[in-house]
Structures are given as C-alpha cells and as structure tokens.
C-alpha cells in the first residue's frame, strides 16, 4: 500500500530482490526528451481494447466476473444493463414520468450538481479534492458540516464553471467536505451505479474454504479483490476516474485517522450511501445488506492501491489480442493449460524411455541369437559337399528372409515410428496440448521414406 513518501510524490525504491524490468533500453535521438522520465502504463492494450473493441472487452471481463461469483439470470442481466434493479418495498431508480420529471429539475441546478456525471464535472470537483489533500488533519472531516451560507456560494461558483481560490481563507475545510458528499449525494445514480449493486453484495460473500473444501466465515481477500478490479475495469469511465480520486483521498484521509480521528471504517458511513446505496432507497429496504455495504466501503478505502489495477490474466489477454492471437483466455483456462502442457511432456518423456528401455533388451537378444545362428551357418558351410549340405543350405535361406522380416516388424524405422504415433494421437488430444497456447503454431510434415527403405516395405 502507499506510504507516506509516496503521498509527498518520491518514488518508493523497489523491493530488493524484485525485478520489474518493462525495457532494458530506451534509444532516443532528440537530445530535448532524452532527460524526460518515460513512462509505461502496463494497462496500455487493456484501455486501448476496451475503447476500440468495446463489446469483446466487456465479454472478457464479465466472463471472469462469473468465476469468482455467481451471478443468476436477472441479476447478470441487471449487470449488463438489460434490466432494471429491484429491490423489496418497491424502491429503486425512477422512472416512467417521475424520471423525466428528475431530470428536467436536475437541468434547472446547473451543470455540476444534479446532473449526469461529465468529465467537465470531475474537472470543477477535482478543486474540492486537490483543497482536501492539503488540509487532511483537520478533526471530524468529512463528519462535522460546515456553513451552510459558505457553501451555497461555493455551489454556485462550481455551476458557474469558476475557478475557485479556495486558499484564500473565506471556506473552512469543513465546508469543503460537505460539499463532496452533497455533490455525490445528488448525483442521479450512486456513483458505482445501479447496474453492480448485486455484484457488490456477491463480492462481501466471498469467504475462504478449509481444508475439506468447506466455506469458512473468513473473507477471502485476494479473491474480493481480484473481483472488484474487473468491476472497476467495466464502470463508465467518468464513474471510473471519479471513483479513483475519491478512493484515493479517502484513503490518504484514513492514514491520518490518529489526527482527524477518522478511521477506514468511519469514513464508510459517510460515503457508503452516496457510492452504493441504490437511489431513493432506505435502510428499512436494505436491511441486512446495510453491513454488507458499509464494510464493503471500508474495504475499498483500505485496499483503494491495489484496485485499479487489471489483473495480470486480462493484461496478457488484451496483449495478445493486438499481438496476432484471436484466443481469449481466463485465468482458470491458462493455468489449464500450462498444467496440461507439463504433464503431457512428462508423459510422452516417460513414453519414450520405455520405449528406449524396451528396445535396448530386444536388440541385445536378438544380437545373441545372430550370432549364435552365424557359428551354425560356418559349420554348415565347412561341410563337405553332399545332398544334406545343399538341404541345410536352403533352409538357412528360408530362415533368413524370415528372421530379417521379424526384425522389420519388431524394429520400425523412426519415421514409421512417427507416422504410428501421429496416427494414435486423436484430434481432441492435440488441441488440449496445443491449441490454448498462442506462442505454439503446428505444421503438418509430410515424412518421406528413403529409396532404400520404400522397396524394403513393398517387399
């Protein structure tokens, strides 16, 4: 997590015995830009594949969502955007006329608040943020409220699209704070809108397992977090880059809890009801999720370094993606494949030792009986001449032509062994060990007998 070096902008040294190496050389020709820090963003062919390919990006990500939770029918739907949320006692977003009504109100306040979230509003509220960084030990923020006339002029100096000298000394940080929530507040959904609220619920329900493949009620962090990063990655980018900068504030907010005495968890309840909780919903239609969702917040806060970061699997994907490979893999199915790739060269390695074991015993019995069968043959040969030598010589013959084709068929050559083995293998077989790995193309070998060796097997 972030430490304090890294909130002051020092770069933090890396781990001894870490390498993250991104390129060993850099060549440059423009003398200006040579003294210039580079910079590369691992995320690169993710972002450009969810701006370019928008609809493979979200199969990619939502496909894994789906692995780590389980979502029903109405609740990936609702994920998806192709339904609307419901929750008991009727509440959830507007619609019909009293949506129209809302936002006709939400026009009339102005162009930040109540109004749809904008890059243009992340702008003007981004001053609010940058103020609250610097004034961050002050006690009971974001807690105690602040001037209710103070405010008011600072609402409407941000509508107006003004730029706002907040270092003059006329707000109190208080002031200042209490105009971040109201902003959230009367956003027209919260700000991790409708659509992941039921993901979110599913996401505090991830608990580790024992031994015997029991649920324990210990969170499985890694899990959570792997689950909120591919979240994250499918937010509306406005949703996204707001959220990070909230996350972030509330977080360095929470590092100086022993100065402003607010904690992690204290900070949730401020903010859980602006970033979860459905609009127009009430405790009494939450209900038990209300737990859910505070330390869900907290959570968040306290994990908010490592969460806008795509996971290793994804990057890999999108990479290979731009990089000519049309497989769209999860991480369930690269570890599949990498396991099934190991114990397949195991396999065919033990294979081929046996083989080698087998054929090492056959050619040292048949080495022994040649040789016996060749002091038989002298002794034949040194026979005088009569009707039985000449018998016992036709015999020898027979028995030669028959030994060399035993030898044939106990002996294939290695191209013969080849062609037997590509025969045996089934299609399904090959495309297990080959077909999930991008770097691993096959090309079908026509093998070529040698002259010598086509007569042979015609004969």
Wanted: glycine share 6%; hydrophobic share 35%; proline share 6%.
């Amino acid at each position: 997590m972030a430490t304090e070096a890294q909130s002051e902008g020092e770069v933090p040294a890396p781990e001894p015995g870490r390498s993250e190496v991104i390129c060993n050389f850099v060549i440059c020709n423009d003398s200006s830009l040579q003294s210039q820090p580079i910079i590369f963003n691992p995320d690169f062919f993710v972002e450009k594949l969810r701006h370019e390919k928008p609809e493979v990006f979200t199969e990619l990500v939502v496909s894994n969502i789906t692995r780590l939770i389980d979502l029903p029918g109405t609740e990936l739907a609702q994920l998806m955007g192709e339904e609307d949320l419901k929750l008991p006692g009727g509440a959830g977003p507007a619609s019909g006329f009293f949506r129209s009504l809302m936002s006709l109100k939400r026009k009339e306040k102005g162009v930040v608040f109540g109004s749809p979230l904008t890059e243009e509003g992340i702008a003007q509220i981004y001053q609010l943020i940058e103020y609250l960084h610097k004034n961050l030990r002050v006690e009971g923020l974001f807690r105690v409220p602040g001037n209710s006339v103070r405010q008011q002029i600072l609402r409407d100096a941000l509508n107006n699209g003004t730029d706002i000298d907040l270092e003059s000394g006329e707000f109190h940080s208080n002031d200042v704070a209490t105009l971040l929530k109201m902003f959230l507040g009367e956003l027209p959904e919260p700000l991790l809108t409708h659509k992941h609220f039921h993901a979110h619920l599913k996401i505090a329900d991830l608990m580790q397992f024992d031994d015997k493949g029991n649920k324990t009620s210990v969170p499985d962090k890694e899990r959570q977090i792997e689950a909120l990063q591919l979240l994250f990655l499918i937010l509306p980018p406005p949703n996204r880059n707001l959220l990070k900068l909230l996350l972030d504030l509330l977080y360095q907010t929470a590092k100086k809890q022993d100065k402003n005495k607010m904690s992690a968890y204290n900070l949730a309840l401020m903010f859980a009801p602006h970033v979860l909780w459905p609009k127009n919903a009430t405790a009494n239609d939450l209900q038990e999720n209300i737990t859910k969702l505070n330390d869900g917040m907290a959570f968040m806060i306290k994990h908010s370094q490592k969460l806008f970061k795509a996971p290793a699997y994804i990057r890999e994907c999108a990479r290979l993606h731009y990089l000519g490979s049309r497989t769209q893999a999860s991480k369930d199915d690269l570890d599949l494949i990498a396991s099934c790739q190991t114990r397949s060269f195991q396999l065919a390695k033990s294979q081929k030792w046996n083989r080698v074991d087998s054929c090492s015993h056959q050619e040292e019995t048949q080495q022994r009986t040649e040789e016996a069968l060749r002091e038989l043959f002298q002794h034949v040969h040194n026979m005088p001449e009569s009707a039985k030598k000449k018998q016992l010589i036709r015999q020898r013959k027979v028995l030669g032509n028959q030994m060399m084709s035993e030898k044939k068929n106990k002996y294939p050559t290695p191209d013969s062994v080849a062609i037997g083995e590509l025969k045996r293998a089934s299609k399904e077989n090959m495309n297990l060990l080959f077909s999930g790995s991008p770097a691993v193309m096959m090309t079908p070998t026509r093998l070529k007998w040698p002259e010598g060796k086509k007569e042979g097997k015609k004969a």
